[in-house]
């Protein structure tokens, strides 16, 4: 079983003493970085509607990115990434065995660098997969991607032996994975608060749910779909009655919201 995750907005460039690996697409990275540099600080602002101040980030981030990076400027993508999500995922605390197994069976879908497994080094930078961002291959990133992504889980697949794709991505992420080149079988769990008797999806709260999903995958070593059923991290249970097989829906009460 593979499991996908978003990356996340917001970085965390702390030190880490922790291997590393070099991303499958770098040299795809590279080139959409190159494009990057054409644009302007304003072109940055209204292309992934960011204040002044990000754009100018993002701007001297992608002038500062190189193609051969000294170590220091390099994090491991599990540990980089900061968001809600990677606060469900807490790979920090993840043992090396954990963290040898997230290598193979964890993958976050990136905007920039396609596919990248936890370890992956990666350079600061923010470029959100939805960015209609034009390129020689196309007027978005979803264009750029093309099938790419679905090759390399594909392999990945076949590499560890999972038939099974558990999507705990967004959907501006997972959109970039092609489905007529996918060949694993996609389960994709929602996640719902119950207030007052009506279970609704809570962003906020559903992101940092898809990465204790992917957390409880890499820590239970679950192979079989059937196992996803017993996750019950943050308080939440499996509602058979509103599940399906490819949707298995979790419930908590939002009380137990945190």
């Not at 207030?195 to 709260?205: C, W």
Request: proline fraction near 6%; charge should be negative; hydrophobic fraction near 35%.
């Amino acid at each position: 079983m593979l499991v996908v995750i978003s990356p996340a907005k917001k970085l965390d460039w702390a030190p880490r003493e922790t291997e590393m690996t070099t991303p499958d697409f770098g040299e795809d990275a590279l080139a959409l970085v190159k494009t990057a540099r054409d644009l302007t600080p304003g072109d940055l602002k209204k292309l992934m509607h960011l204040s002044d101040s990000l754009a100018n980030l993002n701007h001297e981030r992608f002038r500062d990115y190189a193609a051969e990076p000294e170590i220091e400027a390099l994090r491991p993508a599990a540990l980089a990434f900061a968001g809600d999500t990677y606060q469900g995922l807490d790979a920090s605390s993840l043992d090396p065995e954990e963290m040898d197994y997230a290598q193979d069976h964890l993958r976050i879908l990136s905007g920039l660098y396609g596919v990248l497994r936890p370890r992956d080094a990666i350079q600061p930078y923010r470029l959100e997969m939805g960015s209609r961002l034009k390129t020689s291959r196309g007027k978005s990133l979803y264009d750029y991607w093309g099938d790419q992504l679905s090759q390399a889980l594909n392999a990945q697949g076949e590499t560890t032996g999972a038939e099974v794709l558990v999507n705990c991505a967004s959907q501006e992420y997972f959109g970039a994975v092609d489905p007529k080149a996918l060949k694993l079988r996609v389960i994709t769990p929602q996640f719902l608060e119950d207030k007052d008797g009506a279970p609704k999806v809570v962003s906020f709260y559903a992101k940092r749910a898809r990465g204790a999903m992917a957390r409880f995958i890499v820590t239970r070593r679950i192979t079989d779909p059937e196992g996803l059923r017993d996750f019950d991290l943050g308080g939440y249970a499996y509602d058979e009655h509103r599940s399906t097989p490819d949707q298995p829906v979790f419930i908590r009460p939002y009380s137990n919201a945190a």
